[in-house]
């Protein structure tokens, strides 16, 4: 029986794990598919960074940091037209750490299965 529950349970962390994987590769597909949409999108309306962050840092800070933000600007531009170039890549990745984790979860339900025999044979040797 306590081999059923063990592999019951790496088998369920290997479909959460899964679920984890699809849906992150899901979101990044989707967001990398759309990123060219994102490359002229503007700051909306009445939006002062500024004015936001006035009462919680020195005025000098937050003009240092909208400043800094308005330089950064190109190069996310940059970067979201380059974002779908990027996908195959990172669908290779994503299931190479898939691979990986599913991997050490079934060494993780082989150690389980070993200590499990393990102790059974202790036991088992122990009430003879």
Request: aromatic share 12%; with cysteine.
């Amino acid at each position: 029986m306590l081999y059923a529950i063990s592999w019951f349970a790496v088998l369920s962390l290997i479909g959460l794990w899964s679920f984890a994987a699809w849906a992150f590769h899901a979101l990044t597909q989707w967001g990398l598919s759309t990123s060219g949409d994102w490359s002229g999108a503007t700051a909306p309306e009445g939006f002062n960074l500024q004015e936001i962050l006035g009462p919680w840092l020195p005025p000098d800070l937050a003009q240092a940091l909208t400043a800094l933000l308005t330089s950064l600007k190109p190069l996310f531009e940059s970067l979201l037209s380059l974002a779908p170039a990027l996908g195959s890549g990172l669908s290779f990745l994503v299931w190479l750490v898939w691979g990986l984790g599913c991997f050490l979860l079934l060494i993780v339900g082989a150690a389980l299965h070993a200590m499990i025999a393990l102790m059974r044979r202790r036991t088992t040797v122990g009430n003879t």
